[in-house]
Protein backbone atom coordinates (compact mmCIF):
# COMPACT_ATOMS: atom_id res chain seq x y z
CA UNK A 1 0.00 0.00 0.00
CA UNK A 2 1.27 3.28 -1.01
CA UNK A 3 -0.02 6.91 1.10
CA UNK A 4 -2.26 8.91 -0.96
CA UNK A 5 -1.20 12.44 0.62
CA UNK A 6 1.27 13.74 2.98
CA UNK A 7 -1.59 14.97 5.40
CA UNK A 8 -3.27 13.64 8.60
CA UNK A 9 -2.56 10.11 8.01
CA UNK A 10 -6.54 7.97 7.96
CA UNK A 11 -6.77 4.75 6.10
CA UNK A 12 -8.59 5.82 3.25
CA UNK A 13 -5.54 8.08 2.66
CA UNK A 14 -3.92 4.88 1.11
CA UNK A 15 -4.08 3.71 -2.12
CA UNK A 16 -4.22 -0.33 -2.38
CA UNK A 17 -2.59 -1.68 -5.17
CA UNK A 18 -3.44 -5.04 -5.98
CA UNK A 19 -0.68 -5.72 -9.02
CA UNK A 20 -1.60 -8.71 -10.78
CA UNK A 21 0.34 -12.31 -10.32
CA UNK A 22 2.08 -13.45 -13.06
CA UNK A 23 0.63 -16.91 -13.58
CA UNK A 24 -3.33 -14.68 -14.24
CA UNK A 25 -1.68 -12.31 -16.76
CA UNK A 26 -1.74 -14.36 -19.69
CA UNK A 27 -5.21 -15.49 -18.59
CA UNK A 28 -5.89 -11.74 -18.16
CA UNK A 29 -4.60 -10.74 -21.08
CA UNK A 30 -6.71 -13.53 -23.30
CA UNK A 31 -9.87 -11.93 -21.87
CA UNK A 32 -8.98 -8.56 -22.54
CA UNK A 33 -8.04 -8.94 -26.22
CA UNK A 34 -11.37 -11.07 -26.91
CA UNK A 35 -13.70 -8.14 -25.08
CA UNK A 36 -11.41 -5.13 -26.72
CA UNK A 37 -13.35 -5.20 -30.35
CA UNK A 38 -16.65 -5.33 -28.35
CA UNK A 39 -16.53 -2.33 -26.40
CA UNK A 40 -16.89 -0.18 -29.10
CA UNK A 41 -20.85 -1.41 -29.51
CA UNK A 42 -21.70 -2.27 -25.91
CA UNK A 43 -20.57 1.48 -24.45
CA UNK A 44 -22.30 4.68 -25.32
CA UNK A 45 -20.10 6.96 -27.43
CA UNK A 46 -19.68 9.54 -24.32
CA UNK A 47 -17.11 7.20 -22.89
CA UNK A 48 -13.44 7.66 -24.66
CA UNK A 49 -11.42 5.73 -22.68
CA UNK A 50 -10.04 2.72 -23.25
CA UNK A 51 -11.84 1.98 -26.42
CA UNK A 52 -10.22 1.48 -29.49
CA UNK A 53 -11.06 4.50 -32.47
CA UNK A 54 -12.02 6.87 -29.77
CA UNK A 55 -9.97 9.54 -28.43
CA UNK A 56 -10.24 12.16 -24.86
CA UNK A 57 -10.20 14.91 -26.78
CA UNK A 58 -13.80 13.78 -28.24
CA UNK A 59 -14.73 14.44 -24.56
CA UNK A 60 -13.20 17.78 -24.26
CA UNK A 61 -15.37 18.76 -27.81
CA UNK A 62 -18.53 17.77 -26.53
CA UNK A 63 -18.40 19.42 -23.03
CA UNK A 64 -16.77 22.47 -24.17
CA UNK A 65 -19.31 22.69 -27.48
CA UNK A 66 -21.97 21.97 -25.24
CA UNK A 67 -21.43 24.46 -22.96
CA UNK A 68 -21.02 26.91 -25.46
CA UNK A 69 -24.26 26.22 -27.36
CA UNK A 70 -26.00 26.86 -24.20
CA UNK A 71 -24.77 29.75 -23.24
CA UNK A 72 -24.98 31.26 -26.64
CA UNK A 73 -28.88 30.12 -26.43
CA UNK A 74 -29.44 31.63 -23.14
CA UNK A 75 -30.39 28.61 -22.10
CA UNK A 76 -29.79 28.60 -18.00
CA UNK A 77 -27.79 25.43 -16.84
CA UNK A 78 -25.36 24.18 -14.76
CA UNK A 79 -22.45 22.17 -15.34
CA UNK A 80 -21.36 19.53 -12.96
CA UNK A 81 -17.66 17.81 -12.75
CA UNK A 82 -18.41 14.94 -10.59
CA UNK A 83 -15.65 13.64 -8.71
CA UNK A 84 -15.89 9.50 -7.66
CA UNK A 85 -14.32 8.44 -4.62
CA UNK A 86 -11.59 5.79 -4.93
CA UNK A 87 -13.14 4.92 -7.99
CA UNK A 88 -11.22 1.51 -9.09
CA UNK A 89 -10.91 0.66 -5.71
CA UNK A 90 -14.56 0.78 -4.92
CA UNK A 91 -16.75 -0.31 -7.28
CA UNK A 92 -18.98 -3.71 -6.44
CA UNK A 93 -18.36 -6.95 -7.23
CA UNK A 94 -21.85 -8.22 -7.31
CA UNK A 95 -22.40 -4.36 -9.14
CA UNK A 96 -20.12 -5.94 -12.01
CA UNK A 97 -21.31 -9.41 -12.10
CA UNK A 98 -24.84 -7.82 -12.53
CA UNK A 99 -23.71 -5.22 -15.45
CA UNK A 100 -21.88 -8.82 -17.76
CA UNK A 101 -24.91 -10.71 -17.64
CA UNK A 102 -27.33 -7.64 -18.38
CA UNK A 103 -24.66 -6.85 -21.43
CA UNK A 104 -25.55 -10.35 -22.66
CA UNK A 105 -21.89 -12.20 -21.55
CA UNK A 106 -22.37 -15.93 -20.67
CA UNK A 107 -22.03 -17.71 -17.06
CA UNK A 108 -18.48 -18.91 -18.04
CA UNK A 109 -17.37 -15.04 -18.79
CA UNK A 110 -18.92 -14.08 -15.86
CA UNK A 111 -17.38 -16.86 -13.33
CA UNK A 112 -14.06 -16.06 -14.74
CA UNK A 113 -13.77 -12.42 -14.00
CA UNK A 114 -15.67 -13.72 -10.48
CA UNK A 115 -12.19 -15.68 -10.46
CA UNK A 116 -9.96 -13.21 -11.12
CA UNK A 117 -11.75 -11.17 -8.15
CA UNK A 118 -11.49 -13.52 -5.60
CA UNK A 119 -7.64 -13.87 -5.81
CA UNK A 120 -7.16 -10.29 -4.71
CA UNK A 121 -5.33 -10.07 -1.84
CA UNK A 122 -3.01 -7.78 0.15
CA UNK A 123 -0.77 -7.78 2.82
CA UNK A 124 0.22 -5.08 4.91
CA UNK A 125 3.52 -4.30 6.34
CA UNK A 126 3.97 -4.05 10.28
CA UNK A 127 7.45 -2.92 11.31
CA UNK A 128 8.46 -3.94 8.12
CA UNK A 129 7.10 -7.70 8.46
CA UNK A 130 4.14 -8.75 5.83
CA UNK A 131 1.09 -9.25 8.24
CA UNK A 132 -1.45 -11.31 7.16
CA UNK A 133 -3.49 -12.25 3.85
CA UNK A 134 -6.37 -9.83 3.64
CA UNK A 135 -9.02 -11.42 1.16
CA UNK A 136 -10.80 -7.69 -1.07
CA UNK A 137 -13.94 -7.45 -1.34
CA UNK A 138 -14.95 -4.84 -3.77
CA UNK A 139 -12.50 -2.43 -6.10
CA UNK A 140 -10.21 -3.61 -9.12
CA UNK A 141 -6.59 -4.54 -9.82
CA UNK A 142 -3.92 -2.27 -11.28
CA UNK A 143 -2.07 -3.81 -13.77
CA UNK A 144 -4.76 -6.00 -15.06
CA UNK A 145 -5.30 -5.43 -18.90
CA UNK A 146 -9.57 -6.14 -18.99
CA UNK A 147 -10.33 -4.03 -15.30
CA UNK A 148 -10.35 -1.03 -17.06
CA UNK A 149 -12.52 -2.78 -20.04
CA UNK A 150 -14.79 -3.99 -16.91
CA UNK A 151 -14.70 -0.65 -15.39
CA UNK A 152 -16.05 1.61 -18.48
CA UNK A 153 -19.02 -1.17 -18.77
CA UNK A 154 -19.82 -0.32 -15.11
CA UNK A 155 -19.86 3.27 -15.35
CA UNK A 156 -22.36 3.10 -19.14
CA UNK A 157 -25.41 2.34 -16.41
CA UNK A 158 -24.48 6.13 -15.05
CA UNK A 159 -25.68 7.29 -18.82
CA UNK A 160 -28.35 5.00 -18.88
CA UNK A 161 -29.94 5.98 -15.31
CA UNK A 162 -29.74 9.58 -17.35
CA UNK A 163 -31.19 8.41 -20.25
CA UNK A 164 -34.00 6.36 -18.65
CA UNK A 165 -34.60 9.81 -16.41
CA UNK A 166 -34.92 11.38 -19.68
CA UNK A 167 -37.07 9.39 -21.40
CA UNK A 168 -39.85 9.53 -17.94
CA UNK A 169 -39.84 13.08 -17.59
CA UNK A 170 -37.81 13.57 -14.46
CA UNK A 171 -35.28 15.22 -16.72
CA UNK A 172 -35.25 17.85 -19.24
CA UNK A 173 -34.05 18.18 -22.61
CA UNK A 174 -30.97 20.59 -23.42
CA UNK A 175 -30.68 20.54 -27.08
CA UNK A 176 -27.43 18.92 -26.92
CA UNK A 177 -26.27 15.75 -28.12
CA UNK A 178 -25.47 14.12 -24.59
CA UNK A 179 -25.85 15.84 -21.47
CA UNK A 180 -23.52 13.40 -19.19
CA UNK A 181 -19.58 12.80 -20.41
CA UNK A 182 -17.61 9.79 -19.43
CA UNK A 183 -13.84 9.47 -19.43
CA UNK A 184 -12.96 6.17 -17.48
CA UNK A 185 -14.11 7.91 -14.07
CA UNK A 186 -13.93 11.71 -15.16
CA UNK A 187 -17.88 12.88 -15.36
CA UNK A 188 -19.71 15.93 -16.46
CA UNK A 189 -23.58 16.69 -16.13
CA UNK A 190 -25.48 19.48 -18.02
CA UNK A 191 -28.63 19.69 -16.01
CA UNK A 192 -31.17 22.84 -15.64
CA UNK A 193 -30.52 24.55 -12.41
CA UNK A 194 -33.51 24.81 -9.43
CA UNK A 195 -35.43 22.40 -11.12
CA UNK A 196 -33.03 18.98 -12.23
CA UNK A 197 -30.60 19.83 -8.79
CA UNK A 198 -32.80 17.50 -6.49
CA UNK A 199 -33.44 14.48 -9.46
CA UNK A 200 -29.48 14.76 -10.23
CA UNK A 201 -28.46 14.41 -7.19
CA UNK A 202 -30.72 11.31 -6.58
CA UNK A 203 -29.40 9.43 -9.28
CA UNK A 204 -26.03 9.89 -8.47
CA UNK A 205 -27.18 8.39 -5.55
CA UNK A 206 -28.88 5.46 -6.58
CA UNK A 207 -25.62 4.85 -8.98
CA UNK A 208 -23.27 5.19 -5.56
CA UNK A 209 -25.43 2.60 -3.43
CA UNK A 210 -25.78 0.30 -6.74
CA UNK A 211 -22.35 -0.09 -7.77
CA UNK A 212 -19.96 1.75 -4.90
CA UNK A 213 -18.93 4.45 -6.79
CA UNK A 214 -20.43 7.30 -4.82
CA UNK A 215 -20.22 10.61 -5.79
CA UNK A 216 -18.01 13.19 -3.49
CA UNK A 217 -19.30 16.35 -3.18
CA UNK A 218 -16.64 17.88 -1.50
CA UNK A 219 -14.14 18.27 -3.90
CA UNK A 220 -17.12 18.40 -7.13
CA UNK A 221 -17.35 21.86 -8.27
CA UNK A 222 -20.98 23.50 -10.55
CA UNK A 223 -20.21 25.99 -13.30
CA UNK A 224 -23.33 28.42 -14.10
CA UNK A 225 -24.18 28.87 -17.50
CA UNK A 226 -26.45 31.80 -18.12
CA UNK A 227 -27.87 31.71 -14.44
CA UNK A 228 -29.17 34.98 -12.60
CA UNK A 229 -28.13 35.85 -9.13
CA UNK A 230 -31.14 34.28 -7.79
CA UNK A 231 -30.62 31.19 -9.17
CA UNK A 232 -26.89 31.07 -8.24
CA UNK A 233 -28.08 31.66 -4.80
CA UNK A 234 -30.49 28.97 -4.52
CA UNK A 235 -28.01 26.51 -5.92
CA UNK A 236 -25.50 26.97 -3.41
CA UNK A 237 -28.35 26.37 -0.65
CA UNK A 238 -29.51 23.19 -2.80
CA UNK A 239 -25.98 21.77 -4.17
CA UNK A 240 -23.41 20.64 -1.68
CA UNK A 241 -20.40 21.70 -3.78
CA UNK A 242 -18.59 24.48 -4.97
CA UNK A 243 -19.62 26.99 -7.05
CA UNK A 244 -16.80 27.83 -9.73
CA UNK A 245 -16.40 30.60 -12.45
CA UNK A 246 -15.08 29.64 -15.91
CA UNK A 247 -12.49 29.10 -17.00
CA UNK A 248 -12.02 25.45 -15.07
CA UNK A 249 -9.56 22.39 -15.78
CA UNK A 250 -11.18 19.84 -17.47
CA UNK A 251 -9.16 16.27 -18.85
CA UNK A 252 -5.99 18.78 -17.87
CA UNK A 253 -7.02 21.38 -20.84
CA UNK A 254 -8.70 24.94 -19.75
CA UNK A 255 -11.98 25.12 -20.70
CA UNK A 256 -14.38 27.95 -20.99
CA UNK A 257 -17.45 29.50 -22.58
CA UNK A 258 -15.58 32.52 -23.27
CA UNK A 259 -12.01 33.29 -24.91
CA UNK A 260 -9.15 31.66 -22.83
CA UNK A 261 -6.90 34.81 -21.60
CA UNK A 262 -3.56 34.60 -21.18
CA UNK A 263 -3.45 33.14 -17.58
CA UNK A 264 -5.32 30.31 -18.83
CA UNK A 265 -2.77 29.36 -21.16
CA UNK A 266 0.90 30.60 -19.65
CA UNK A 267 0.87 27.31 -17.39
CA UNK A 268 1.81 25.33 -20.93
CA UNK A 269 4.74 27.61 -21.48
CA UNK A 270 6.02 27.44 -17.54
CA UNK A 271 5.68 23.90 -17.92
CA UNK A 272 7.71 23.31 -21.00
CA UNK A 273 10.45 25.69 -19.53
CA UNK A 274 10.74 23.70 -16.23
CA UNK A 275 11.70 21.02 -18.08
CA UNK A 276 15.16 22.53 -19.02
CA UNK A 277 16.91 22.72 -15.24
CA UNK A 278 16.51 18.87 -14.79
CA UNK A 279 18.64 18.08 -18.47
CA UNK A 280 22.50 18.74 -18.28
CA UNK A 281 22.11 20.43 -21.65
CA UNK A 282 25.81 21.34 -21.40
CA UNK A 283 26.90 18.05 -21.77
CA UNK A 284 24.85 16.97 -24.77
CA UNK A 285 26.10 17.54 -28.22
CA UNK A 286 23.79 19.51 -30.72
CA UNK A 287 22.36 16.41 -32.25
CA UNK A 288 21.47 15.34 -28.61
CA UNK A 289 19.76 18.52 -28.08
CA UNK A 290 18.12 18.60 -31.35
CA UNK A 291 16.81 15.13 -30.88
CA UNK A 292 15.47 16.20 -26.81
CA UNK A 293 13.89 19.52 -28.98
CA UNK A 294 11.88 17.22 -31.32
CA UNK A 295 10.90 13.84 -28.80
CA UNK A 296 10.07 16.43 -25.63
CA UNK A 297 9.33 20.16 -26.08
CA UNK A 298 7.76 19.71 -29.19
CA UNK A 299 5.77 16.87 -28.02
CA UNK A 300 4.11 18.52 -24.86
CA UNK A 301 2.05 20.86 -26.54
CA UNK A 302 0.59 18.63 -28.96
CA UNK A 303 -2.62 17.30 -26.24
CA UNK A 304 -3.37 21.06 -26.47
CA UNK A 305 -3.18 21.96 -29.88
CA UNK A 306 -5.46 19.34 -31.10
CA UNK A 307 -8.22 20.85 -29.18
CA UNK A 308 -7.19 24.39 -28.94
CA UNK A 309 -6.16 27.26 -31.53
CA UNK A 310 -3.54 28.72 -29.41
CA UNK A 311 -2.38 32.51 -30.09
CA UNK A 312 0.64 33.29 -31.84
CA UNK A 313 2.02 34.63 -28.19
CA UNK A 314 2.02 30.54 -27.48
CA UNK A 315 3.47 29.81 -30.05
CA UNK A 316 5.96 31.88 -29.52
CA UNK A 317 6.56 31.60 -26.35
CA UNK A 318 7.42 27.70 -26.71
CA UNK A 319 9.41 28.90 -29.50
CA UNK A 320 11.55 30.95 -27.63
CA UNK A 321 12.37 27.93 -25.01
CA UNK A 322 13.31 25.81 -27.76
CA UNK A 323 15.33 27.55 -29.92
CA UNK A 324 16.90 28.89 -26.75
CA UNK A 325 17.99 24.93 -25.29
CA UNK A 326 18.90 24.05 -29.01
CA UNK A 327 21.66 26.81 -29.06
CA UNK A 328 22.44 27.66 -25.59
CA UNK A 329 21.15 25.00 -23.62
CA UNK A 330 18.46 27.14 -21.17
CA UNK A 331 15.19 28.80 -21.43
CA UNK A 332 16.46 32.20 -23.58
CA UNK A 333 19.37 32.97 -25.73
CA UNK A 334 19.75 36.24 -27.47
CA UNK A 335 20.40 36.31 -30.75
CA UNK A 336 24.16 35.54 -31.40
CA UNK A 337 23.49 32.66 -30.36
CA UNK A 338 21.53 31.19 -32.90
CA UNK A 339 23.73 30.48 -36.02
CA UNK A 340 20.28 29.63 -38.44
CA UNK A 341 17.28 31.37 -38.54
CA UNK A 342 14.08 29.49 -36.98
CA UNK A 343 12.39 29.35 -40.46
CA UNK A 344 15.05 27.38 -41.78
CA UNK A 345 15.56 25.02 -38.09
CA UNK A 346 11.48 24.15 -38.58
CA UNK A 347 12.60 22.94 -41.95
CA UNK A 348 12.76 19.41 -42.82
CA UNK A 349 15.96 17.95 -43.02
CA UNK A 350 15.42 17.12 -46.66
CA UNK A 351 15.31 20.81 -47.50
CA UNK A 352 18.16 21.78 -45.11
CA UNK A 353 16.63 22.14 -42.11
CA UNK A 354 16.95 20.31 -38.80
CA UNK A 355 13.38 18.90 -38.82
CA UNK A 356 12.37 20.74 -35.53
CA UNK A 357 8.24 20.84 -35.84
CA UNK A 358 6.44 24.08 -36.63
CA UNK A 359 3.81 24.32 -33.99
CA UNK A 360 1.68 26.66 -36.13
CA UNK A 361 1.44 24.50 -39.25
CA UNK A 362 1.35 21.72 -37.22
CA UNK A 363 -1.60 22.84 -35.09
CA UNK A 364 -3.48 23.31 -38.25
CA UNK A 365 -2.94 20.04 -39.52
CA UNK A 366 -3.79 18.74 -35.90
CA UNK A 367 -7.41 20.79 -35.72
CA UNK A 368 -8.18 19.98 -39.67
CA UNK A 369 -8.90 16.28 -38.32
CA UNK A 370 -12.13 17.67 -36.84
CA UNK A 371 -13.53 19.08 -40.10
CA UNK A 372 -12.64 15.29 -41.51
CA UNK A 373 -13.62 13.48 -38.76
CA UNK A 374 -17.28 15.43 -38.90
CA UNK A 375 -17.83 13.77 -42.58
CA UNK A 376 -16.71 10.25 -41.67
CA UNK A 377 -17.50 9.46 -38.23
CA UNK A 378 -21.02 10.17 -37.54
CA UNK A 379 -21.05 8.53 -34.42
CA UNK A 380 -18.87 10.53 -32.11
CA UNK A 381 -20.23 12.44 -29.58
CA UNK A 382 -19.94 15.96 -30.42
CA UNK A 383 -21.20 15.51 -33.63
CA UNK A 384 -24.76 17.94 -34.13
CA UNK A 385 -22.42 20.88 -32.36
CA UNK A 386 -20.55 23.81 -33.99
CA UNK A 387 -16.86 22.52 -34.78
CA UNK A 388 -14.47 25.65 -34.17
CA UNK A 389 -11.94 25.18 -36.94
CA UNK A 390 -10.56 28.49 -38.32
CA UNK A 391 -11.00 28.82 -42.46
CA UNK A 392 -7.17 27.72 -42.87
CA UNK A 393 -8.10 24.10 -41.45
CA UNK A 394 -10.70 23.84 -43.75
CA UNK A 395 -8.94 24.93 -46.34
CA UNK A 396 -6.04 22.16 -45.85
CA UNK A 397 -8.67 19.88 -45.74
CA UNK A 398 -10.52 20.55 -48.79
CA UNK A 399 -6.79 21.19 -50.56
CA UNK A 400 -5.84 17.50 -49.33
CA UNK A 401 -9.85 15.72 -50.89
CA UNK A 402 -10.14 14.81 -54.36
CA UNK A 403 -13.54 13.90 -55.17
CA UNK A 404 -14.06 11.74 -58.23
CA UNK A 405 -17.55 11.96 -60.31
CA UNK A 406 -18.31 8.77 -62.51
CA UNK A 407 -16.96 5.44 -63.07
CA UNK A 408 -13.65 6.34 -64.46
Known amino acids: MTQKMSATYRASTELNLSILSIDSTGFTKILSRRLAPLLDSLVAPNQSAFIKKRCIQDNFMLVRQ ?25 ISWPFILEVLEHRGFGGRWRAWVALLFRTATTRILINGAPGELVQH ?5 QGDPISPMIFILAMDFLTLLFHQAEDTGLLNGLEIPHRISLYADDVVVFIKPEIEIAAATEILN ?41 PCKYLGLPLSIFKLKKEDLQPLVDKIARRLPTWKSNQMPPIGRVTMANAVLSAIPIYLLVAIDAPKWVIKGIDKVRRGFLWAGKAQANGGCCQV ?7 PKDYGGLGVPNLELMGIVLRSRWTWMQRISLAKPWQGLAIP ?15 QLGNR
Open 66 to 90: SAKKLHQKKRSSLLLKLDIAQAFDS
Open 137 to 141: RRGVR
Open 389 to 403: CTQKERNFVAASTVC
Open 341 to 347: AWTKVCS
Open 206 to 246: IFGEASGLRTNFAKCSAMPIQCTDEQIALIQLVLPCAIAPF
